[in-house]
């Protein structure tokens, strides 16, 4: 989407918890389009299977599978949200399945506001496939 290209944006300059704050709506809003596209499903089994995907134990799962086809960039964007102090607790989480999934949240949020939507369709889906 184009709708940031006319904002004055400075993507390095917007914190790792910031961009986690997008990135983690942009990996919920392809999660729930892809579940309705596979198949109408009563609300609740969408949910249900939408809180499988987005929880942060499947997201560090899935940042680990991606890993390998990050550039350098996309790597360092990815360890300052992993790296970044959250000040709060987990829940339902282990602490580093948190981070990552916070690192993971973090590289989303910057892909979408540089407006690179190829990419994260690209790498969400490889999330989605390596390993089946």
Known sequence: ??????????????????????????????????????????????????????????QAEGIKKIMPLLSEDETAVFKRGRNAHVGSKAKNASSSDYHYATGLESLFGW??????TERIKYLYSEINNSGE
Request: with cysteine; proline share 3%.
């Open 111 to 116: 892909l979408w506001l540089k407006g690179e």
């Open 1 to 58: 989407m184009d709708i940031l290209h006319d904002k004055n944006v400075d993507v390095s300059s917007i914190s790792p918890l910031t961009l986690a704050f997008i990135g983690d709506t942009v990996f919920d809003l392809l999660t729930r389009c892809e579940l309705v596209c596979e198949a109408n499903r009563p609300v609740n089994a969408l949910h249900t299977l939408a809180s499988k995907r987005v929880c942060a134990a499947a």
